[in-house]
Structure formats: structure tokens, C-alpha cells
């Protein structure tokens, strides 16, 4: 019997990062061709539970857990920083070993193909050493992948400088048919907090590396969206949009239960007069900026619809000031999770307020 294909997928243990995959996921298995996903113990349980029925069913789709360092204390798993380093005290070899046990124990399914999002770049460097296929999810847009590229020959040029900051004014114009860059709007910009660039701005330049040893690039949109962005990078595969409808029963990956009964408050709403406001699962924002923001949605006197994570500000329960629910109660509705595409796709939203890192790829946009 001849060798079967057989896929490798890596996900990246932030819930923006890990849907996409998992929605690949299952459409590759769909098409016959078996599935592992080779996760962090911790994120087994959530993985399992967003497959649906039949998925549980096949010997198409397995999922292999290895540890991940923070058994034992559980906040850390909250810190993005924290995770990203004990995946890559731990997994690594791991991930080396599992490799060599598949490909000693049945000859028929050695792996053929990593797919890794573009965050678990040491996966694509493995898959390198070991002379596998390899492809990169990026779960930003594809507008952003040529920025990303260019990062190298930007620094060389001199019009960035080694943190990521503009050397002048002037802007980065990639092609004649891209938009230009202005100074301070590169996706690793954050112009009032050097620190949290310069991390931002080493994190995509591993992401330049990672893409440049990947044989395709794969992004969670079309063609027909992006394509001056698309034009500029050869291996670059649009394969979106994976959306959780795709697969009625259980469609993703939750770090949080879902609040599905606000959508009945969506329903009341005017159409086009909603504001929803989400921040994604990892970030966080401080005391000062929270009640800036609760204030900002309040003088707008516009109906909104605020996702609130019991972790949200600074990993502690947020304290919106006082007397702000009250006084917005009848136009404000506030919850720890919610089902985010069904909002999106719901008429009585007209705007999505959200930080750029912060909610990945396609499902940005309704």
C-alpha cells in the first residue's frame, strides 16, 4: 500500500489564532486525507469539544497533546508572553519526537505536510530540518504579509530603524496598486508605549523569517479582496472565509462559554445602530483606558454591545466606573463572550470597535 497523505496542524493557544486552524482543519479531513493536531495539554479538551460529532467519529482527525510547562499554575496561561515561551522551552522536542515515532511506527502515514500558524514558527523550522512540506496561517490580512516580507530590506533601506520605528515621514509604498503605509500605522506600532513596540516589532520580524521558510502562505480570506496584496507574494493561498457555520454543530474553539441569549437584545435594536466592541481573548487594558472607553461609548449615545472578559483589565475582573451601567442601561448590553460571527452577520450591527491584534483574519469584517 502506497504512503497516504497525512497533515500535521499546530495551533497557537490564543482563540483567534486557534479557529482558523481548526476550521481548516476539518475541511482538509472532509476531503479523506488524515488529520493531527498536535496541541498543549491544556487546549485538548476545547479542541475535542469544538469538533463536530462525525469528526469524533472518523480515525481522520486525531489530536496529540504534550505539556506545556504551567499545569500547575493556571494564571499563567492567561499570559500570552508566558505561554509563547514555555511552548518553546517544552514543544519543540516534543514535537521532534513525535515526528520520529510516526515515522518509525507505520510507514503508510508519515506526515506529509506541517501547517502551523505563523506565531509557532520554530514547528516550520523543524519541518525545514526534517525536509517536510510546510505552510504558514497568518491570521492577519493579506495586505499585511507583504509589510511583513519587507521588513529586512526596510531596515537595510534605513527606513525603519532596529525597533521598528520610521526614520522619516516619507511612506512605504510596496506597489503601485497597494495603499501606502503611513509612519506609526505598521502593524507593530505603538508609538506611545516604545516597549511594547519593540517586543511587537521582534514578534513580526520572527514572523518575516517564518514566512520565508514556508512553501505556501495561507490566509483566511479571497483573492478578490486583496488581491494587490495577494499579487506580491507568490505562495501566498487565500482559503477563506472559514466561517463557524460552515459546521452547524460545534463550530470553534471557546476559551469562554458563549452568551448566545444577547443575541435576542440584538434582535430588539434598531438595524445598522449597534456599536460592538471586542477585544479579543488575550488583550488587556489598564484601569485608565477602560473608563475612557466606557465613557467614549456612552457620549456617543448609541446603542452598544461591549464584550467585558472576566480578565479584561490587566488579568484582573473589570471595573467599569461607577454608575456607568446604570446610566447606560437602556442602550448598553455587556457580556463575557459571545458568538462573534453570528453578531457580525446580525443587521442591527453598523461598526466593529476592536484593536488591531486583536481579532485575527476574516471574521474582522461583516
Known amino acids: 500500500m502506497g504512503r497516504e497523505p497525512h497533515v500535521l496542524v499546530i495551533p497557537f493557544p490564543a482563540q483567534g489564532h486557534a479557529r482558523p486552524l481548526m476550521k481548516l482543519s476539518m475541511k482538509i479531513a472532509e476531503q479523506g486525507i488524515k488529520v493531527t493536531i498536535f496541541s498543549r495539554e491544556h487546549m485538548k479538551g476545547k479542541i475535542v469539544a469544538s469538533m463536530p460529532q462525525e469528526a469524533k467519529k472518523s480515525s481522520l482527525i486525531t489530536v496529540v497533546s504534550v505539556p506545556d510547562g504551567l499545569e500547575l499554575q493556571e494564571a499563567e496561561r492567561k499570559d500570552i508572553e508566558n505561554v509563547t515561551q514555555s511552548m518553546l522551552a517544552v514543544m519543540p522536542g516534543c514535537l521532534k519526537n513525535f515526528i520520529e515515532q510516526v515515522k518509525e511506527s507505520n510507514d503508510c502515514e508519515q506526515i506529509s505536510c506541517v501547517i502551523t500558524d505563523v506565531a ?35 531596515v537595510e533601506a534605513g527606513i525603519i530603524d532596529s525597533t521598528g520605528n520610521a526614520t522619516s515621514d516619507e511612506l512605504i509604498l510596496l506597489s503601485e496598486d497597494t495603499l501606502p503605509w503611513k509612519k506609526n500605522e505598521y502593524i507593530w506600532s505603538f508609538p506611545s508605549q516604545p516597549d511594547v513596540q519593540k517586543l511587537y516589532f521582534e514578534a513580526t520580524s520572527a514572523v518575516a523569517q517564518s514566512l520565508k521558510i514556508s512553501n505556501w502562505i495561507l490566509c483566511n480570506s479571497f483573492y478578490e479582496l486583496d488581491s494587490p496584496a495577494c499579487d506580491l507574494v507568490p505562495n501566498i493561498l487565500t482559503i477563506g472565509p472559514l466561517l463557524g457555520s460552515d459546521h452547524s454543530e460545534h463550530s470553534a474553539i471557546n476559551f469562554w462559554p458563549e452568551d448566545s441569549i444577547c443575541l435576542s437584545w440584538l434582535d430588539k435594536q434598531a438595524i445598522g445602530s449597534v456599536i460592538y466592541v471586542a477585544f479579543g481573548s488575550t488583550a488587556v487594558l489598564s484601569q485608565q483606558q477602560l473608563e475612557e472607553l466606557a465613557l467614549g ?29 446604570e446610566r447606560v442601561s437602556d442602550r448598553g448590553k455587556f457580556v463575557e463572550w459571545a458568538p462573534q460571527e453570528k453578531i457580525l452577520g446580525h443587521p442591527s450591527v453598523a461598526c466593529f470597535l476592536s484593536l488591531l491584534c486583536a481579532e485575527c483574519g476574516i471574521k474582522r469584517t461583516k
Open 297 to 325: 461609548l456612552e457620549s456617543l449615545h448609541q446603542p452598544f454591545f461591549w464584550v467585558v472578559r472576566p480578565d479584561f483589565m490587566n488579568r484582573s475582573h473589570a471595573k467599569l466606573p461607577d454608575g456607568f451601567v
Open 120 to 154: 509557532v514558527g520554530w514547528a516550520l523550522e523543524i519541518a525545514e530540518q526534517m525536509g517536510i512540506a510546510r505552510a504558514a496561517v497568518v491570521t492577519f490580512a493579506p495586505a499585511y504579509v507583504p509589510l511583513v516580507l519587507h521588513i529586512p530590506k526596510l
